[in-house]
């Protein structure tokens, strides 16, 4: 190995920065070149490729987003994209990428793999919704924000003994509802692999003022069928019945801005370190991930087909504690 290339895809996350530092500082440390490929695939086809050196990913492991640029690159979905960037990597004799992001960049780095040219793929993004990790980079940070708010919801809420819903991201998956809502202290939770309809929704508020809380909050998945549109469509259509009103807040990109926390840092720096080490060991077509707390790695081509189970006994349990 002399000269490996690292990205950032799709969906920014905090702790990228992290995990770009570590890349960098480690292959150095190892005698390579790094190279450092501007706003993700689109960058890769167009040839936005400059060296990265100890110093340029200094002061950076503190900051939110990715220094490095991201995208969502439909050309790079194509053959014809994938050529020009395999035609790239090989113009300046990169010999190996690494590629941090989540589902779909995940996918890019698996097409390239099975182009046969070497990538290593790094867990990031704030929906947790990638199989060959038990937790990305980017998901603690981003619960925290939703935690911030509904915290704050909490105080205004029980000054005025209203009930209120929290929409958080994670695209299909309800990952960061269901945790934001087991530790956030929700009275309901809506998620797409277990959808709940504004009916049941009200039960579980109703039931909040009735064991005396001054403040009710559900907090529901912007991929759950009944999101925040739906529910509070049906909650001001029916509110007379219902007896009382719904306010929503919807987080949206506010929880991937966040500036990384303790552990997406550390995440970030041991699977940024261990993406070179596998191109060290000339291992490659793998993903980096954490799995019951050890730096695991599995083939992007099990990656890309398998599906991320969600553990919904945390919902039972978010409901037996929310009295
Ligand atoms: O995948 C990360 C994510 O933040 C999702 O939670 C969300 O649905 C999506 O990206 C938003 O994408 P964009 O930033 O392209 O609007």
Redesign the pocket.
């Known amino acids: 190995m002399r000269r490996i290339a690292v990205l950032t895809s799709?969906?920014d996350?905090p702790g990228m920065n992290a995990a770009i530092r570590a890349t960098v500082r480690t292959g150095i440390s190892r005698g390579w070149e790094v190279l450092g490929v501007r706003n993700g695939y689109a960058g890769l086809i167009s040839g936005a490729i400059t060296p990265l050196g100890a110093r340029e990913v200094g002061g950076i492991i503190q900051r939110g987003g990715t220094m490095l640029g991201s995208a969502?690159c439909r050309e790079f979905e194509t053959g014809e994209g994938q050529s020009k960037a395999l035609g790239q990597l090989q113009q300046r004799g990169i010999d190996a990428l690494v590629v941090i992001g989540?589902n779909g960049s995940q996918s890019g780095a698996h097409a390239l793999s099975q182009h046969g040219f070497p990538v290593v793929g790094v867990a990031s993004?704030?929906?947790n919704d990638l199989s060959g990790t038990d937790v990305t980079i980017g998901v603690t940070s981003a619960i925290d924000v939703a935690l911030e708010a509904i915290d704050r919801l909490k105080v205004t809420g029980a000054s005025h003994q209203r009930a209120f819903l929290v929409e958080v991201?994670?695209?299909k998956c309800g990952y960061?509802a269901l945790m934001a809502g087991l530790t956030g202290g929700a009275d309901a939770i809506v998620i797409p692999e277990q959808e709940a309809d504004p009916e049941s929704v009200a039960d579980h508020l109703r039931a909040a003022y009735a064991n005396g809380k001054a403040h009710a909050i559900v907090v529901v998945a912007?991929?759950a069928r009944n999101n925040a549109e739906g529910m509070a469509n049906y909650f001001q259509l029916h509110h007379e019945r219902l007896g009382f009103d719904l306010r929503v807040t919807k987080l949206g990109?506010v929880?991937?801005g966040v500036a990384p926390g303790a552990y997406d840092r550390l995440l970030g720096t041991l699977l940024g370190a261990a993406a070179t080490e596998q191109l060290a060991n000339k291992s490659h077509g793998v993903l980096v991930g954490m799995i019951k707390g050890e730096v695991a790695t599995t083939p992007l081509s099990e990656v890309v087909t398998q599906k991320k189970a969600l553990d919904l006994r945390l919902l039972d349990l978010a409901h037996v504690l929310a009295k």
């Open positions: 799709g969906g996350a969502r989540g993004t704030i929906d991201m994670g695209r960061l912007e991929g990109h929880q991937r």
